[in-house]
């Protein structure tokens, strides 16, 4: 029976070709307000179809620490503001602990656009992680807004953000906690000479973790080693 199977074959190959990629809608020039107006509209993958919108990073156009989570959540999804939910409150409350202020930060994440699926008995929206070929097609609007705020630190929460910049081997189990430099990021990734990057775990799973109080701990404990590795790079 190869014309059913043809067919099915095609119908695949139609969907994967559909491009996936953010390029398109990134403004030619511009600093980051251009940039966030533009990621308003974007449609480089298919998750703009259900969320509210589109919730760019936030802080200090120059901030010097840079800290890069997953993706909005529900709440950041309805108020259009990264790490202001569950998540986000953890975060700055162990930013407090490691001696960081927030408002010094830029605070974004590897796709902007909430993933989720609908519990309709519980009118809930569960978080869904976003597959590779999503995370890889918002990447040109995290590479820009790295080469526009141009940290001399990134920390990058989860596994995500840690793919997104470190590559597709970066595994959160055994590589969080090490400062290392930031490997180049293609064309569009600007000067990163000097970025040092620090990859820890994800606000989320500290809050899902059975033991959360270790957990968290080592969170702050990551914190505290970007602390350094900043002061470190002050001159
Ligand atoms: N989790 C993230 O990764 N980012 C947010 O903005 C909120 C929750
Ligand atoms: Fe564009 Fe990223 Fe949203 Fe996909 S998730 S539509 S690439 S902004």
């Keep these: 029976m190869t014309g059913g199977g043809s067919r099915a074959?095609?119908?695949?190959?139609?969907?994967?070709?559909?491009?996936?990629?953010?390029?398109?809608?990134?403004?030619?020039?511009g600093g980051l307000p251009a940039h966030r107006r533009a990621a308003a509209d974007c449609r480089g993958c298919p998750l703009h179809r259900y969320a509210t919108g589109t919730v760019f990073g936030r802080g200090p156009a120059h901030a010097r620490l840079m800290l890069v989570g997953e993706q909005p959540g529900?709440?950041?999804?309805?108020e259009g503001k990264a790490f202001v939910g569950p998540a986000g409150r953890?975060?700055?409350?162990?930013?407090?602990?490691?001696?960081?202020?927030?408002?010094?930060?830029?605070?974004?994440?590897?796709?902007?656009?909430?993933?989720?699926?609908?519990?309709?008995t519980r009118k809930r929206r569960?978080?869904?992680?976003?597959?590779?070929?999503?995370?890889?097609?918002?990447r040109p609007w995290l590479l820009a807004e790295l080469r526009l705020v141009?940290?001399?630190?990134?920390?990058?929460?989860?596994?995500?953000?840690?793919?997104?910049?470190?590559?597709?081997?970066?595994?959160?189990?055994?590589?969080?906690?090490?400062?290392?430099?930031?490997?180049?990021?293609?064309?569009?990734?600007g000067s990163v000479d000097g970025v040092r990057v620090l990859p820890t775990v994800h606000p989320s799973a500290v809050l899902r973790a059975p033991d959360r109080k270790q957990m968290y701990e080592?969170?702050?404990?990551d914190l505290r080693t970007?602390?350094?590795?900043?002061?470190?790079t002050a001159g």
């Design 218 to 221: 080592g969170l702050v404990a």
């Design 126 to 138: 569960i978080h869904k992680a976003p597959s590779p070929r999503e995370a890889l097609a918002c």
């Design 74 to 78: 529900d709440r950041e999804d309805q």
């Design 90 to 120: 953890l975060l700055s409350k162990a930013l407090r602990e490691a001696g960081i202020d927030e408002e010094d930060a830029y605070l974004t994440n590897a796709v902007k656009h909430f993933k989720f699926t609908e519990e309709p």
């Design 9 to 29: 074959t095609a119908a695949r190959d139609a969907h994967d070709d559909e491009r996936y990629d953010a390029t398109p809608f990134l403004p030619e020039r």
């Design 226 to 232: 970007a602390a350094g590795v900043l002061e470190d």
């Design 150 to 189: 141009s940290p001399a630190v990134v920390v990058t929460l989860g596994a995500t953000a840690g793919r997104a910049l470190l590559g597709p081997s970066f595994r959160v189990g055994t590589d969080r906690g090490v400062p290392r430099p930031l490997p180049a990021q293609g064309p569009d990734g």
